[in-house]
C-alpha cells in the first residue's frame, strides 16, 4: 500500500476521501511523518482543527527535524487564529531548512493575518530571493503591497502571477480589489466572477463580490448596512443603544432588533435570484435561501387564508411569529460551524413553532360553549412566545460566528 492515492485525491481537494486513504495507510504505517503531516492539512481543510492540531504534533513528534512538519503545524495553528504560535512554527521549519520558500511565503501570510504588511513584504521578497517565480510568495507580496495601498504595484504582481498560472484564482481575486479601490466597480465584478468560477469555495472573491453589488445596488447595500449593524461588536453596541434609547426609545430598538436580524436572510433571497449576485453566496446560504423564500411564500398564502376565512384575530400574534419569525431563526443555523449552537436554535424555533401552531387551532377552532380563545389565553400565548422569541434573538445575536479572514489561504 502507497500513499500516491491519497496525495492524487489531495491534489483534486477531495480531502474527505484523501483522509480515508491517509488513514488507511498510516494503519500500516504508524511512523510515516509526512503522511501525518498530509492527514493534518486534509483535517484542517474539512473544518477538524482538534484532529489536524493533534496530527501536525504527531507529525513533529516522530521527526523533530523535518521542516515541513514545522510547516504543517504553522498552517494548522494559522487556521485555528493562533497567529503568533503559527509564526514561531514556521520560523522553527526555516531555521532547519531556510532555502525553501514555500516557507517564507507562510510567514508572509501569517504577517498578513496580523496585519504586519511591511514584514509580510519582506518575508515575500526572502522566498522570491530563492525562487523568483514562486506563486505562493507572489501571491502575498501583492496582498500586503494591496493592504499598504500600493495598488499599482499589487497589480503588477497580480498580472506576473496570472502570466505564470491564468487559472490562479486568488490573483483574480487582487485584481477585483484593485480596480473596486479604483472606482471600476463593473471591471472589479468582472474580476471577483472568474475567482469563482476557478474556485467557487474562494471566500476572498464572495465578500468582495458581495461588497461591489452592495455599491451599485441601494437595495443590498441597506440590507448589508442592517447586517452589519446585527453583528456583535461589544464597544459599537452599547454606545449605539444608548443614543437609541435617548432619542427614539424602546420603539426604534425593537425595529432595529427585527430588520438586523432578518437583513442578512432578505440580503441572500435576493441575491439568489440574481444571476450575477448568486455567485457570492456559498453552497449552506444558496439552499437557506432556497428554502426560507419558499416558505414566506407559502406563509403569506396562509395568512391571506386565514384573514379572510377567520378575520383579524389577536390570538394571530404568536401564529404570524411562527410563520414569519421562526423560519429566519433557523435559517441561522447554517452559519454555525459548532453543532451545538446548531442543536440549541433548532430547539428554540421547535417550542416557539409549537405554539404558533397552537395559535392557529385556538383561532380556528371555537371553545365548546361557542366562542373562541379567551382573553386570557391570548395573553398568556403572546406571552411564552415573546419570552421564546427574547430568548433566541439574544442568543443568536451573542453568538459569535467564524467569518473569513480578508486574505485568503
Not at 474527505?16 to 498530509?38: I, T, V, W
Not at 504534533?57 to 515541513?68: Q, T, V
Not at 466572477?193 to 467557487?200: I, K, M, S, V
Amino acid at each position: 500500500m502507497s500513499s500516491a492515492r491519497a496525495s492524487a485525491l489531495y491534489a483534486q481537494k477531495r480531502y474527505s476521501q484523501a483522509e480515508k486513504e491517509y488513514r488507511q495507510f498510516l494503519s500500516a504505517n504508524p511512523d510515516d511523518s509526512y503522511s501525518h503531516g498530509m492527514l493534518a492539512l486534509c483535517c484542517v481543510y474539512q473544518k477538524k482543527e482538534a484532529e489536524a492540531l493533534r496530527e501536525s504534533e504527531e507529525a513533529i513528534r516522530l521527526s523533530p527535524d523535518f521542516a515541513w512538519a514545522h510547516y504543517v503545524r504553522s498552517h494548522v495553528l494559522k487556521w485555528l487564529g493562533k497567529n503568533a504560535e503559527a509564526e514561531t512554527a514556521i520560523r522553527d521549519a526555516i531555521r532547519l531548512d531556510p532555502e525553501k520558500a514555500l516557507y517564507y511565503g507562510e510567514l508572509a501570510h501569517v504577517h498578513l493575518r496580523m496585519k504586519k504588511f511591511k514584514e509580510s513584504a519582506e518575508a515575500a521578497d526572502a522566498g522570491l530571493a530563492l525562487e523568483p517565480d514562486h506563486l505562493t510568495c507572489l501571491n502575498y507580496k501583492g496582498w500586503a503591497l494591496y493592504a499598504k495601498m500600493k495598488f499599482d504595484d499589487a497589480n503588477i504582481i497580480a498580472d506576473e502571477i496570472l502570466r505564470l498560472k491564468p487559472e490562479q484564482a486568488d490573483a483574480h481575486a487582487l485584481k477585483g480589489y484593485i480596480h473596486f479601490q479604483r472606482g471600476k466597480k463593473v471591471e472589479a465584478i468582472q474580476q471577483f466572477r472568474e475567482a469563482l468560477r476557478l474556485d467557487p469555495q474562494l471566500e476572498t472573491a464572495r465578500d468582495g463580490l458581495l461588497t461591489s453589488l452592495c455599491s451599485r445596488n441601494p437595495l443590498y447595500g441597506v440590507l448589508a448596512a442592517f447586517s452589519w449593524l446585527g453583528q456583535p461588536r461589544i464597544p459599537f453596541f452599547f454606545g449605539y443603544y444608548a443614543i437609541a434609547i435617548v432619542a427614539f426609545y424602546l420603539f426604534f430598538i425593537v425595529c432595529h432588533l427585527v430588520l438586523s436580524a432578518i437583513a442578512p436572510h432578505l440580503l441572500n433571497i435576493c441575491m439568489r435570484y440574481d444571476p450575477i449576485a448568486k455567485h457570492a453566496l456559498n453552497e449552506n446560504e444558496i439552499f437557506a435561501a432556497t428554502v426560507l423564500s419558499s416558505w414566506l411564500l407559502a406563509a403569506y398564502m396562509i395568512t391571506m387564508i386565514l384573514l379572510f376565512t377567520c378575520g383579524l384575530s389577536p390570538i394571530f400574534a404568536p401564529a404570524f411569529f411562527f410563520l414569519y419569525g421562526v423560519p429566519f431563526l433557523l435559517a441561522r443555523i447554517f452559519e454555525f460551524p459548532d453543532q451545538r449552537y446548531r442543536r440549541q436554535v433548532i430547539i428554540y424555533s421547535a417550542v416557539a413553532a409549537t405554539f404558533g401552531i397552537l395559535s392557529i387551532c385556538f383561532a380556528v377552532v371555537p371553545e365548546p360553549h361557542g366562542r373562541f380563545a379567551s382573553p386570557y389565553d391570548v395573553r398568556l400565548l403572546s406571552l411564552y412566545t415573546a419570552a421564546i422569541f427574547s430568548v433566541m434573538v439574544l442568543f443568536v445575536r451573542t453568538v459569535q460566528v467564524k467569518h473569513a479572514e480578508p486574505y485568503s489561504v
